[in-house]
T-cell receptor, first 112, second 112 residues
Framework: QKEVEQNSGPLSVPEGAIASLNCTYS??????FFWYRQYSGKSPELIMS????GDKEDGRFTAQLNKASQYVSLLIRDSQPSDSATYLC????????????FGGGTRLMVKP | NAGVTQTPKFQVLKTGQSMTLQCAQD?????MYWYRQDPGMGLRLIYY???????DKGEVPNGYNVSRLNKREFSLRLESAAPSQTSVYFC???????????FGQGTRLTVV
């Protein structure tokens, strides 16, 4: 079982809607959580990082973390066609000697 | 600043050939990582180096070796390439255990 799980999608939302992306992880010692966006043929780029339980907002993006449920999510408000990409969840754990483990990614399609 | 630089960008190998993928970062980061990404999949960790002088196996280390040459450089070697190693390889680095990782532009490797 992969340590970081994401629904592969595709997740299709209309332009202007809220896109909700989810991620679960298995290592309870995980302490840092990241969301990356990857356009086709490009490198992953960081969108958000979150370290504490609760919500963290940055523009149209909100990351949510629930360590008790081992769950992290990303909400994208007012989705735009330019948000169409694959979103990767990454989890860092001090227990695992500074490993940074990625989920399989969720492909998001925002339709005009 | 160049960030994380990978060479080469593209490579075609014949089965059984060897090659080394190079990665260098100019951000004074302590940790460096090698990932592979297969079509429609997330990033799988091959090897990582938490700090200069240390290397550790990730999820899929078989068929690969690494060298942390100095704080800036982390190379990935394929001793005897196999078609199953056809993939896009990404190098990443980060400052400390709880900071975000930055990625190179990737190396697209085809083994025929």
């Amino acid at each position: 079982q992969k340590e970081v799980e994401q629904n592969s999608g595709p997740l299709s939302v209309p332009e202007g809607a809220i896109a909700s992306l989810n991620c679960t992880y298995s290592d309870r010692g995980s302490q840092s959580f990241f969301w990356y966006r990857q356009y086709s043929g490009k490198s992953p780029e960081l969108i958000m990082s979150i370290y504490s339980n609760g919500d963290k907002e940055d523009g149209r993006f909100t990351a949510q973390l629930n360590k008790a449920s081992q769950y992290v999510s990303l909400l994208i408000r007012d989705s735009q066609p330019s948000d169409s990409a694959t979103y990767l969840c990454a989890v860092g754990s001090n227990n695992a000697g500074n490993m940074l483990t990625f989920g399989g990614g969720t492909r998001l399609m925002v339709k005009p | 600043n160049a960030g994380v630089t990978q060479t080469p960008k593209f490579q075609v190998l014949k089965t059984g050939q060897s090659m080394t993928l190079q990665c260098a970062q100019d951000m004074n980061h302590n940790s460096m990582y090698w990932y592979r990404q297969d079509p429609g999949m997330g990033l799988r960790l091959i090897y990582y180096s938490a700090s200069e002088g240390t290397t550790d196996k990730g999820e899929v280390p078989n068929g690969y070796n690494v060298s942390r040459l100095n704080k800036r450089e982390f190379s990935l070697r394929l001793e005897s390439a196999a078609p199953s190693q056809t993939s896009v390889y990404f190098c990443a680095s980060r400052k400390t255990v709880n900071t975000e990782a930055f990625f190179g532009q990737g190396t697209r490797l085809t083994v025929v």
